[in-house]
């Protein structure tokens, strides 16, 4: 069965499925000057797009998802796309807003499943890098086997957890914890690894040295990081890697998201190369910009623009709906875990 904020539902009934997204959030905290050292203000509008794709975290509006009902209007339109339950990723240092999320998947007709976390070091609030590994797995475990705080559902995996170039004590705690805790209720776990560092093998070990299976290991946005050396041996490790399509932006001078079509060459060339690779595919919707009202690709690119893409590039269809269908419900499913 598969944990969602509407309660427990089986897998077969998830559909299509997006990794790794995010519904309401804050992410303000990430905000940095422009390129060139300025600043952007007031609210996202057209006029202003341009410097966004120059500087995509200059302006602390685009780096806000706060209204439920624009959250239900680009789900819905990704559902009329083909899409059929996202996993709502929104971890401590983000701003989650986990209560709100059943009346948005029930407007919407999407599934969400509910990840619970901490992000990177620098983003999280005090009350939670302070807390010990012990009080930090007993947050995961009552997260997955009762309730998230403040709600009356389980969380579906534990993230997205954060690590920074080089693992904070606290990003070690959580990892650590986060482990044990999911291990024991048959869950997985979800991360998002610092691109400057090449530390995916290294996270893997140490999720697997305190009892996780690395087929419930998740590591979002690998794309981030286009080095097939890397990737591989991160594949190799048993862990899932996650493709996130639709971003094209500049964060700094010499750090920008790949292309689309550079994302499609390298699953291409991996596929090939590592035909049972367990791979998963998303929009990682976490920012204004990339809703559809903004002019960005929204929730729904993937099944909309990319698996048309996939299938014209020759993927067979049965390795398609494993990347989108099979592979996202085999990693989310907790049948063997805690009741």
Not at 97 to 121: E, K, M, N, Q, T
Not at 169 to 189: K, Q, T
Not at 205 to 228: H, M, Q, T, W
Not at 306 to 327: F, M, T, Y
Request: glycine share 10%; proline share 5%; with cysteine.
């Amino acid at each position: 069965m598969i944990e969602t904020v509407l309660g427990p539902v089986d897998a077969a009934r998830l559909g299509r499925v997006a990794t790794n997204e995010h519904v309401l959030t804050d992410a303000r905290g990430l905000t940095r000057p422009t390129r060139e050292g300025g600043v952007l203000e007031g609210p996202v509008r057209p006029e202003i797009l341009g410097d966004l794709r120059w500087s995509y975290l200059s302006l602390p509006d685009n780096l806000t998802l706060d209204s439920p009902e624009t959250a239900v209007a680009e789900l819905k339109a990704a559902a009329a796309d083909g899409l059929g339950t996202i996993v709502e990723a929104t971890s401590w240092g983000m701003g989650p807003r986990h209560a709100d999320l059943p009346a948005v998947s029930r407007a919407a007709g999407v599934h969400i499943v509910a990840a619970y976390g901490s992000y990177i070091d620098k983003t999280l609030p005090d009350w939670w890098a302070g807390q010990t590994e012990a009080e930090m797995e007993r947050a995961f475990t009552t997260a997955l086997t009762d309730a998230i705080p403040g709600t009356d559902f389980r969380a579906g995996l534990l993230g997205l957890l954060g690590t920074s170039d080089e693992i904070t004590a606290a990003e070690g705690r959580a990892l650590r914890a986060a482990a044990r805790a999911a291990a024991a209720a048959h869950a997985a776990v979800s991360i998002r690894l610092d691109a400057r560092a090449r530390r995916g093998p290294e996270v893997a070990a140490l999720l697997a040295a305190e009892g996780l299976d690395p087929s419930r290991i998740l590591f979002c946005n690998i794309d981030k990081v286009l080095d097939a050396a890397y990737v591989r041996e991160i594949a190799d490790t048993g862990a899932t890697v996650e493709f996130a399509f639709g971003s094209e932006h500049y964060f700094g001078d010499g750090a920008r998201d790949a292309t689309d079509g550079e994302r499609l060459d390298f699953l291409l060339r991996l596929l090939d190369d590592r035909p049972g690779v367990a791979v998963t595919l998303t929009c990682s919707v976490w920012t204004k910009g990339q809703l559809t009202r903004y002019g960005g690709m929204g929730y729904g690119h993937v099944v909309r623009r990319i698996v048309p893409a996939l299938a014209r590039l020759g993927v067979p269809p049965e390795r398609i709906d494993d990347l989108i269908v099979a592979r996202p419900a085999a990693l989310l499913d907790r049948t063997d875990g805690a009741p």
